[in-house]
């Protein structure tokens, strides 16, 4: 199963790629992640890529392109992955479909005026789980259940920087949504539902594809 889960920051993919990854048994791959690690390890690449990713923009094309041909050639991969957060841009897609072929390109849809709600509030812990402060009681936000570790915003969902955010999606990014139709591979799903509303269609489509 080799899926792309696309949409707007903030419209869930993370939060589904978690779901999947556990029914499946396929690793989630997310370049927001692998950055924001070579951020935290202060590599070369990491501080190169800060520059953008504080500001909203993306990261150049050769660099992110270059670290997800590494990725997706290993051992792990063989069996299929979850693209979290790539591609972003035409030329990343062009690069993807010349390494290896996507069964499916889940596009999840949520209205704008409710993505800087869901990124403002986002909260993240280092195990890679995602709290939102809206569906978490409140004092009971600031500890991961998971792992216990302690919470944290990231630097870019200030709401200063969403608005770039957004608005890099909708030149650079959204014209994917076209190019993936015509392919015959894109399958919308409405994401102004719950989370487990939106994995339900999610888990459908999978299966669907997985019978063909
Ligand atoms: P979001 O939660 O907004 O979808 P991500 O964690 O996927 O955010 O990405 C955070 C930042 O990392 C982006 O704003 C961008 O700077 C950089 N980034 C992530 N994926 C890509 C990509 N495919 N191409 C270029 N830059 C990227
Ligand atoms: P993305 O990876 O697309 O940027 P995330 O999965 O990180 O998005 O979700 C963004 C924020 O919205 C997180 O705080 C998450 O807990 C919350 N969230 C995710 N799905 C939903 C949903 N269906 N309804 C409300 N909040 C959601
Ligand atoms: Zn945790």
Sequence with gaps: MKVALFGPPGAGKGTQARYIVESY????IST????????REGTDLGKMAKEYMDKGALVPNEVVIGMMKERISRDDCRKGFIL??????LSQAEALSRIVGLDAVVNITVDTSALI???TGRRMCGCGATY??????????????RCGGSLYQREDDSEATVKSRLEVYHTQTEPLVEYYRMKG???DVDGNRSIEEISSDIVDILAHIEGQ
């Design 25 to 28: 048994k396929i690793p989630q």
């Design 84 to 89: 979290d957060g790539f591609p972003r841009a």
């Design 117 to 119: 709600r869901r990124i």
């Design 32 to 39: 927001g992640d692998l950055l924001r690690a070579q951020v």
């Design 132 to 145: 939102h402060v809206d569906l978490n009681p409140p004092g009971q936000i600031g500890i991961c259940d």
């Design 185 to 187: 591979l894109l399958k």
